[in-house]
Nanobody
Framework: VQLQASGGGLVQPGGSLRLSCAAS????????MRWYRRAPGKQREYVAH?????ITNYADSVKGRFAISRDKNTVYLQMNSLKPEDTADYYC???????????????WGQGTQVTVSS
């Protein structure tokens, strides 16, 4: 199973970006999908979560500005009203059931860099 993240880049404060993360491989089912981020010199932090039923949850720092969504095996993160403190590498995560397996695995994307600066 591979998770391929994309959509990062340089944006001015107040701008928007949309991140995508596509899961591929021998996938039977995907449960929760999440976004995390790691800012320079800081620990990784949780950003948002979406369940298989579409229930969402957000970190307080992004609530009202970011929106997580999913379509089949792809998860998106729409980021609006971006601030310099949103600058980080963003990572997607998914709970995946492999075809022919009876246990769920935790998979990570490679990260996509978001820089918010004027």
């Amino acid at each position: 199973v591979q998770l391929q993240a994309s959509g990062g880049g340089l944006v001015q404060p107040g701008g928007s970006l949309r991140l995508s993360c596509a899961a591929s491989g021998s996938i039977a089912s995907i449960n929760a999908m999440r976004w995390y981020r790691r800012a320079p010199g800081k620990q990784r932090e949780y950003v948002a979560h979406i369940s298989s039923a579409g229930i969402t949850n957000y970190a307080d720092s992004v609530k009202g500005r970011f929106a997580i969504s999913r379509d089949k095996n792809t998860v998106y993160l729409q980021m609006n009203s971006l601030k310099p403190e949103d600058t980080a590498d963003y990572y997607c995560n998914a709970e995946v059931l492999i075809l022919g397996s009876f246990s769920w695995g935790d998979y990570w994307g490679q990260g996509t860099q978001v820089t918010v600066s004027s």
